[in-house]
């Protein structure tokens, strides 16, 4: 255990992201292969911190520990490119973004 995440987690997010990459529909241009490996890598890193995290809080999934890592892994790759899409949201129009946000979290 390195950088307080399991080898394991971030290889089976690495699996799990791969297989999601497989199914996700992209032109081919080299910018977006390359991008989509960045957000598999990515997506795989943040499936090694977010799995301890699930199991802290539910106890009761310590036995399907890679099952855990595997979902997130698919998630992980979209939660990535959705903070991806947010940043360039924001560079286009910080003030519309940040009033969207406030207004989700009023609700």
């Given amino acids: 255990m390195k950088f307080g995440i399991k080898t ?9 992201s791969g297989i999601g990459l497989i199914f996700n529909k992209r032109s ?30 539910w106890a009761w999934l310590d036995s399907a520990e890679y099952s855990v890592a595997f979902v997130f ?22 003030i519309q973004v940040g009033k969207a946000i406030r207004d989700i979290f009023k609700r």
């Fill in 28 to 57: 081919n241009t080299l910018r977006d292969k390359i991008r989509s490996y960045f957000v598999v890598i990515c997506g795989s890193i943040l499936t090694g911190y977010i799995t301890p995290l699930i199991l802290l809080r």
């Fill in 73 to 94: 892994g698919l998630f992980g790759m979209g939660i990535v490119e959705s903070i991806f899409l947010l940043i360039t949201k924001l560079k286009e129009n910080p």
């Fill in 8 to 16: 394991g987690h971030v290889i089976t997010g690495l699996l799990a």
